[in-house]
């Protein structure tokens, strides 16, 4: 296992649950161009998670670590992206 390897789980872990916190707070949203852009955002990096994994088949207890400290961070930076897009774009429940 390489510290690229761990590098880019943590980072893709990090983008995907940045991705499920906007993609869930933009479905609750009146904003259909918010939850489009959410969404493709979203798909894309499941995309790309899934292809690092199966690509160099480093699904290994090793990532455990990188992968929780990037899904909790990415978790709490979406909520704070999601809320200040709304922000800006004055999006309503």
């Known amino acids: 296992m390489s510290v690229l390897s ?3 789980m943590m980072m893709l872990a990090f983008a995907a649950n940045t991705s499920y916190s906007i993609i869930s707070r933009a479905r609750n949203r009146n904003s259909m161009k918010y939850h489009l852009v959410a969404a493709c955002y979203s ?7 899934m ?21 909790v961070s990415g978790s709490l930076s979406g909520q704070a992206i999601s809320m200040w897009i709304e922000k800006k774009l004055n999006i309503g429940v």
């Not at 690092?52 to 699904?59: C, G, K, N, P």
Request: net charge positive; charged share 5%; no cysteine.
């Open 6 to 8: 761990i590098f880019w």
């Open 43 to 49: 798909n894309a990096v499941w995309f790309a998670t």
């Open 51 to 71: 292809k690092f994994l199966i690509v160099t088949q480093s699904m290994t207890w090793l990532l455990f670590i990188p992968y929780t400290i990037g899904t």
